[in-house]
């Protein structure tokens, strides 16, 4: 039987490759930063890591994930409601409340977990979700688990989210969904506008800030805290595997009594081992870096200025904002592609986007700033933008 499949899946791999979708992984042989060997060359500037704080590599980190090993083991093999919570745990959870400003704190594996586990679990068929078009595949992915109607609006769009809200007036219950930071532009959801239509039409407001929480905001703690609406918000996931830390881990963070919910139906927490004492110790490691200094956030900051500025003097289009996420307009998939070898030649590593990942049309090279890189870092890489450019 195999040998029918085997031959459709080599079919549909070729069709991948002759369509210039194929995603080749490259190979980095040393520990994540703001510079690393791909393959067996020589050391490039990494410019599209999620390594946002420079914290994949930290030696703070590392050390706290050294005394957990030694002080509580391995992994847990164990869910966390059978033998596998320690005090770790816990404490990590408290930490990210604090943090946010929340009620209370779920540890998942991953955000893609934490998103897979919250509609299902709180929402059946007579309530309904109202999510951003341009959402995270986890969300789109945990929307559909649940039975609950579905509503879609355009990105960014309040019009279009009221006029969704209105047609979705006989649910019981309606909960909006969006990313804090749509991550292919770098662009920000509305929450202040957001929350404004939700507390009109007596809806729930759940934000996705994998790409903010540690950097975005006065202090770090997300669009929540850049928008005014910590208090505003009903959940909050997010990831430990990129500003915080940038392992694995996520979360699902807020009122108390949905998180307590959570911890008693939501599968992926249930039927998941838990996390590893190492991730979790570097994450509260992480988290008390970033509540005792804001230095980190200031390099970050004076990086994503200084690479837009200069960018924007060279005449390289790009997407406007204040994210470090930047992309690099090119429009044409296989210049894109180009361009992108051409950076890895003059030692700047970063990645083209083009369809299906981005709409056709809208191809890109996707930058993202870290606190880990210096402003010779920063002056390299548009230097090397101009270079690659030339050869085009």
Known sequence: MYGELKNDLRKTIDEIREAGLYKAERVIGTPQNAAVRVGQGDEVLN????????????????????????????GMASVRFIC???????????????????????????????NGGLFETLLGAEDAIIS???NHASIIDGVRLSKARRYRYKNRDMDDLERQLKDSADARYRLIATDGVFSMDGYLAPLDEICDLAERYNALVMVDDSHAVGFTGPTGRGTPELFGVQDRVDIVTGTLGKALGGASGGYTSG??????????????????????????????????????????????????????????????????????????????????????????????????????????????????????????????????????????
């Open 47 to 74: 410019f599209c890591a999620n390594n946002y704080l420079g914290l994949a590599d930290h030696p703070r980190l590392i050390e706290a994930a050294k005394t957990a090993l030694d002080e509580w083991g391995f």
């Open 84 to 114: 596998g919570t320690q005090e770790p745990h816990k404490e990590l959870e408290r930490k990210i409340s604090e943090f946010l400003a929340t009620d209370d704190t779920i540890l998942y594996s991953s955000c893609f977990d934490a």
């Open 132 to 134: 951003d078009e341009l």
């Open 255 to 392: 009122r108390a009594e949905i998180v307590e919910l959570l911890r008693q139906r939501s599968r992926p927490y249930l039927f998941s081992n838990s996390l590893a004492p190492s991730i979790t110790a570097a994450a509260i490691a992480a988290l008390d870096m970033l509540s005792s200094s804001s230095e980190l956030l200031t390099q970050l900051r004076s990086n994503t200025e200084l690479f837009r500025r200069r960018m924007t003097e060279e005449g390289f289009d790009l997407l406007p904002g204040e994210h470090p996420i930047i992309p690099v307009m090119i429009g044409d998939a296989a210049e894109a592609a180009r361009l992108a070898d051409l950076l890895l030649e003059q030692g700047i590593y970063v990645i083209g986007f083009s369809y299906p990942v981005v709409p056709h049309g809208k191809a890109r090279i996707r930058t993202q700033m870290s606190a880990a890189h210096t402003t010779e870092d920063v002056n390299r890489a548009v230097d090397a933008f101009v270079a690659a450019r030339a050869k085009m």
